[in-house]
Nanobody, 124 residues
Framework: VQLQASGGGLVQAGGSLRLSCAAS????????LAWFRQTPGKERDIGAA????????YYADSVKGRFTISRDNAKNTVYLQMNSLKPEDTAVYYC??????????????????WGQGTQVTVSS
């Protein structure tokens, strides 16, 4: 199983980036795919998650209204559209796959597979 994240980079505050996570090695229709983010010395925190079967989504309060997670089941790919980026969004963003229940989609311990991470840097 492989999760390949891409799309990170350097952007000015107020700008936009789109992350992609391509999953391979198995069918992910029964999984939840999520984007977590991590800064040095801190734990990985949820950004957003989406259930591949139903499209149900979860967003951290810090990204609501600015980030949108979407999926393409045919391509086993999840996207994270990030708008109105802030310097505090700077982090390594990790794609993850698991089967948490809806009320626990923010729990990193419930995700089995992780991608390699992609750096997002937002300058002020």
């Amino acid at each position: 199983v492989q999760l390949q994240a891409s799309g990170g980079g350097l952007v000015q505050a107020g700008g936009s980036l789109r992350l992609s996570c391509a999953a391979s090695g198995r069918t992910f229709n029964s999984y939840t795919l999520a984007w977590f983010r991590q800064t040095p010395g801190k734990e990985r925190d949820i950004g957003a998650a989406i259930r591949m079967s139903s499209g149900s989504t979860y967003y951290a309060d810090s990204v609501k209204g600015r980030f949108t997670i979407s999926r393409d089941n045919a391509k086993n790919t999840v996207y994270l559209q990030m708008n109105s980026l802030k310097p505090e969004d700077t982090a390594v963003y990790y794609c993850a796959a698991g089967r948490p229940i809806l009320s626990n989609m923010d729990d990193a311990n419930l995700y089995y597979y992780w991608g390699q991470g992609t750096q997002v840097t937002v300058s002020s």
